[in-house]
């Protein structure tokens, strides 16, 4: 991973870190790159909203997140733009630099469904990678309009959602009648 935007770090020096603690932040983080996949993206300059509440735990400090932002792409059948709205749920577990090194591949002793753990730096979460793959996650593979698109029509390009029941193209039409011709010359095989 190469340097990590500014934007992503949330400073805690404000939570204490004695567990029980709590705080909650509101983030209007506006990217400055895309985040996403090829195909669709939060793009360059929009707002991912985070609405964070940090615990301070024995080990660290837990992040529990709603994570709001708008996807922008294209139909992958029809290239119609299309838009996603991402509303995410994460949860992560932060441990302190110290409590890292003493605890060497230790399991956390709670219950809570953590997928992976963060190390703080200081007083400073940063916020890139679970956003990141949160998004990332909840994007599809294949945009599409609706479910039922139908896509275009692969010689002229246009929609078929638009097109007359019985469009059809010339090049269609000379093709089959060439297969017609093939059939009539096959050999017989009968002898
Ligand atoms: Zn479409
Ligand atoms: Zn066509």
Redesign the pocket.
Known sequence: MTRLPEVYKLNTYELPQRPGEMKEYELDIEIPEKVGTELIAVVAGDIIEVDARLESVAEGILLSAEIFATAKGE?T??L?PVEIAIEKRIQELYLYEKKAERRKGKPVEDDLEIEDEFLMEGDVMDLQTPIRDAIVLSLPNNP???ED?E?LCPDCGGKWAELPDDHAHEAIDARWAGLAGLTIDEPDFKN
């Open positions: 139909c059948r029809c119609d599409l309009c609706r698109c896509g």
